[in-house]
């Protein structure tokens, strides 16, 4: 290890001031491995659903004799919910606070983004307990089309990361 005059050495424990871009980054390895992890479990989804389609054609699901219409009502009622909620929550999750430094920028954005990956996928569970119950495909697409497109919308990127930390 070189010592360089006028650097102070950094000792465990002991934090290092970090180039605000680099702190971002740091958060935003943790997220992106969470966002990731979710599309291959979208992607998990459609392949027991297809796999499911397949192997016991015609699939009327695991409780066909359950009233199917109210269970469907429900489903999409609770997907507009998960929706609502995500409109609601995200700009409060967001917003600036007055004198916040990178690290703690970072940290907040970090966990925002995951809460609102992790809500983005609900209503593709649902769509899949929807399938498993009644056995429509169709709705599962619907549902499994609503959590690619919030996954995407809420997928942490740098660059909407350093805007954000602009102001």
Same mark, same amino acid.
């Given at each position: #290890? ?15 001031? #970090?180039? /605000?871009? +680099? ?5 935003? @390895? /943790?997220?992106? &491995? ?25 699939? %009327? ?9 109210? *269970? %469907? ?16 929550? %995200? /700009?409060?999750?967001? @917003?600036? %606070?007055?004198?916040? $430094?990178?690290?703690?920028?970072? @940290?907040? &954005? ?5 809460? &609102? ?21 169709? $709705? ?8 690619? *497109? ?7 990127? &740098? =660059?909407?990361? +350093? +805007?954000?930390?602009? =102001?």
């Amino acid at each position: #290890m070189t010592y360089n005059p006028g650097e102070r050495p950094c000792g465990r424990g002991e934090e290092v001031d #970090m180039d /605000p871009r +680099e702190e971002l980054r740091r958060h935003l @390895r /943790p997220a992106v &491995l969470v966002g990731a992890a979710l599309v291959a479990s979208l992607a998990l989804y459609l392949g027991l659903v297809e796999v499911l389609r397949a192997v016991l054609k015609p699939f %009327r699901g695991f409780a066909p004799t359950l009233a199917v219409q109210p *269970v %469907r009502l429900a489903a999409f009622g609770a997907a507009a919910a998960v929706i609502l909620v995500i409109l609601l929550l %995200r /700009p409060r999750l967001v @917003r600036r %606070r007055g004198a916040e $430094d990178a690290p703690a920028a970072g @940290r907040r &954005l970090q966990a925002a983004s995951i809460v &609102l990956l992790v809500l983005g996928e609900v209503p593709a569970i649902i769509g899949l307990a929807l399938f498993l119950t009644g056995g429509g495909a169709a $709705d599962f697409y619907k549902f499994l089309f609503v959590s690619v *497109v919030l996954t995407f919308i809420n997928f942490p990127r &740098l =660059g909407a990361w +350093e +805007e954000w930390l602009k =102001g």
